[in-house]
């Protein structure tokens, strides 16, 4: 009985798409200049699969460190229970699996597998480079290849990097605690993070070209090679969650390879007046019932408007908190999420598929060929989404 219960998993939802998902972490270089992503792929399916393949643990190692940062971070009770829950998750993507091949799924010809879109994922305050996983995962089943970045501004939980003296010594950043309106702060590390985005832009550059990338992280037998000649860089899009949309807007006012971005009940206060200037490309908003308040959204608002060609757009996902978008929804308990304002009424697999039918139809939209592809679910959006926000904006 008790080893039964030791041994058990929470299994992050099964993506929609047709395609098997693969993931990896990479390190390039060492030091504080290092960049840190996992990488969610497309890989074979089934009857090619190779059984040694298993899926993912959803922590990264060290994952005694990454869920003591999380636990911190949001000062969370019962922290050997939670830290349990944590480290028995594990995400719908195959560890180190392979990158498909252009002919493997002969029966799908709804996607080019030889040209794999991109997309760029930035997480939240507090957040670290696993908590949008679902989201990646979904992606990476229609065919994207997904750069989920552990910032290293400090507003991860925890992060880390390699000595560059001490190839084996790590050397720990753990996440700053300073008051939340602190905008020299704020602003100094969405500044950090933008160029984290152009670095990790850089890295699949690099693997596209077929340039030689060390992978620090010495355990990794995935070879990076399989990406060579196998990315679109010119289908490349953003998305990010509460700080990582402001991430995500900032990356877009600054990037020019980056063609459009989506962002999740995203937090912007700490934007400096340039990227409102130079930011006029399409962002999709979704944001939550129950965070928003009329500043932020007035400010979102602003960014809408300012797209000239009109594709901007702010939707709301009805009876829904800040975390409704995050794997947190899946890994919080029922009965304990269902009293928590940051999740929200509706059960989370409800939301998880209007959210991801909402980006997947943007990101067609904006990086598609002219014959968009049909999400595969039968979603009724229009009882969970309302166009623009229910947050009064009079006052602000």
């Known amino acids: 009985m008790f080893s039964n219960w030791f041994s058990f998993k929470t299994a992050l939802p099964k993506p929609s798409g047709p395609y098997n998902v693969g993931t990896t972490e990479v390190m390039s270089g060492r030091g504080e200049e290092s960049t840190l992503i996992n990488l969610y792929y497309p890989t074979q399916p089934d009857k090619q699969l190779n059984k040694n393949y298993h899926p993912a643990p959803w922590l990264p190692e060290p994952m005694t460190d990454y869920a003591q940062g999380l636990i911190d971070f949001a000062s969370m009770k019962f922290g050997s229970f939670v830290r349990w829950l944590f480290r ?36 939240g305050l507090g957040g670290n480079r696993a908590v949008l996983s679902v989201t990646c995962c979904e992606m990476a089943s229609h065919g994207y290849v997904v750069a989920s970045i552990d910032h290293r501004d400090r507003s991860a939980s925890y992060s880390y990097y390699f000595s560059e003296k001490e190839h084996t010594k790590i050397i720990k950043v753990p996440y700053d605690l300073f008051e939340i309106d602190n905008f020299e702060k704020r602003n100094k590390q969405v500044n950090i993070r933008a160029q984290e985005v152009t670095d990790a832009i850089n890295l699949l550059e690099k693997f596209n070209a077929g340039e030689q990338v060390t992978n620090s992280i010495d355990n990794n037998r995935f070879e990076l090679n399989q990406f060579k000649e196998r990315l679109d860089m010119s289908s490349l899009a953003i998305f990010g969650h509460s700080f990582g949309g402001a991430t995500a807007i900032n990356a877009l006012a600054k990037d020019k390879r980056l063609k459009c971005g989506i962002c999740l009940d995203a937090w912007l206060f700490s934007l400096g007046e340039e990227a409102y200037e130079n930011i006029d490309k399409p962002i999709l908003f979704i944001n939550s019932y129950s965070f928003q308040w009329s500043k932020n959204v007035k400010r979102i608002q602003r960014v809408v408007s300012g797209n000239k060609d009109k594709k901007s757009k702010l939707l709301t996902l009805k009876n829904t908190g800040h975390l409704s978008q995050t794997d947190f929804a899946h890994i919080t308990p029922t009965l304990l999420a269902k009293y928590n304002q940051s999740f929200g009424k509706t059960p989370a697999q409800t939301i998880n598929a209007v959210n991801n039918k909402l980006c997947f139809d943007f990101l067609e939209m904006e990086l598609g060929n002219e014959k968009h592809r049909a999400y595969p679910l039968s979603v009724q959006t229009e009882d969970h989404v309302m166009e623009g926000t229910n947050v009064d904006t009079s006052d602000a």
């Not at 995400?91 to 030889?114: G, I």
Request: net charge negative.
């Open 88 to 123: 028995n998750a594990v995400t719908p993507a195959y560890w180190n699996a392979p990158l498909v091949l252009p002919n493997d799924y002969s029966e799908s010809s709804q996607f080019d597998l030889k040209n794999l879109r991109v997309l760029i994922c930035s997480h």
